[in-house]
C-alpha cells in the first residue's frame, strides 16, 4: 500500500512537472524527484523518437565522465538494459539484467562492470512506449547496497511510473509543441471515463458512477487510449492531463 507521503510527494512534483516551460527545468524536477525518494541519479532518453522527429533526445545527472564513454563506445546499440526496456512494458531492476540467465552478451556485460567503476552500482527502469515504435526510458540509479536499493525500488516503482509517464510528455510538449487545433478531440463520456480512472475508479465503479455498462466504460477508455496513441489507460491519463484534456 503507498503511504499518503509518498502520494503526496509524487503528485505536488507532477503539479512542477507541469508547471515547467524549458527542458532545463524539467531536467531539475526529475533530479530533484528521484532524489527526494533515495535515489542519486537518473538518465532519461528518448532511444527512439516519434515518426518524423527528429534526433534521439537525453537528459541526465550521471557523472560526464561516464556519458563520455558510454557515447563514445557507441554502448547504445549493445545496452541489456535498453534491450529489456525495447520488449517490455512493465519498470524492472537491473539485477534482472544483470545476473546470470540475464542473457547478457561479452559487451553488455562489460557495460554493466565499467558502470560500477564510475559510482553506478545498481538502477531501475522505467519503459515508455508510444505509437510507431518509439521509446523513451527513466533510469534511476543508487549507491545504496542491493538490499537497500530493492526495498526502495519496491517502495516507489509504481509512483516513478506514473511520474516518467508525465516528465515524456511534458519533455514531448516542449520539443515538439502542438497548436490547439492539432490537439486529440475526446468525447465528453471519453473525458468522463479518464477523469475517474485519475481517481483510481475501476471500470466496474465507473461503470456504476456513470449509470452504464462496464463493457462501455472500456470501450470508451480504449477509444482514449487510440486517440491519445498510447498502450495504456494510466498513460492516457497523464497525456490527457497534460494536454490539458481533464483536471484531475
Known amino acids: 500500500m503507498q503511504s499518503r507521503r509518498n502520494i503526496d510527494r509524487v503528485v505536488d512534483q507532477l503539479e512542477t ?27 532519461y532518453h528518448v532511444v527512439r523518437p516519434p515518426a518524423g522527429k527528429r534526433v534521439p533526445f537525453y537528459l541526465s545527472s550521471y557523472p560526464d565522465a561516464w556519458v563520455e564513454h558510454y557515447v563514445g563506445n557507441n554502448y547504445v546499440n549493445s545496452d541489456a538494459v535498453i534491450d529489456r526496456a525495447a520488449c517490455g512494458l512493465l519498470p524492472f531492476d537491473w539485477q534482472s539484467v544483470a545476473t546470470p540467465g540475464g542473457g547478457k552478451n561479452s559487451v553488455q556485460k562489460r557495460i554493466f562492470n565499467e558502470a560500477g567503476e564510475f559510482g553506478i552500482h545498481g538502477g531501475a527502469s522505467v519503459p515508455i512506449h508510444g505509437p ?10 543508487s ?38 487545433a492539432n490537439l486529440p478531440h475526446l468525447s ?32 470508451y477508455l480504449k477509444q482514449s487510449c487510440a486517440k491519445l496513441d498510447v498502450f495504456s489507460k494510466t498513460h492516457a491519463v497523464v497525456k490527457a492531463v497534460c494536454f490539458g484534456l481533464i483536471v484531475p
Request: charged share 25%; with cysteine.
Open 188 to 219: 465528453p463520456r471519453e473525458r468522463e471515463c479518464l477523469l475517474w480512472t485519475s481517481k483510481g475508479k475501476t471500470a466496474a465503479e465507473i461503470a456504476a458512477i456513470l449509470n452504464i455498462s462496464q463493457e462501455t466504460v472500456v470501450t
Open 132 to 141: 510507431g515504435g518509439s521509446l523513451a526510458i527513466l533510469n534511476v540509479a
Open 17 to 43: 512537472l507541469g508547471k515547467r516551460k524549458d527542458i532545463a527545468g524539467v531536467s531539475q524536477t526529475i533530479n530533484d524527484y528521484v532524489r527526494a525518494i533515495g535515489f542519486e541519479r537518473y538518465t
Open 143 to 180: 549507491d545504496s547496497n542491493a538490499e537497500d536499493f530493492r526495498k526502495n525500488w519496491s517502495r516507489h516503482r509504481h509512483d516513478l511510473q506514473v511520474f516518467a509517464m508525465y516528465a515524456h510528455e511534458v519533455v514531448l510538449r516542449e520539443l515538439y509543441p502542438q497548436d490547439g
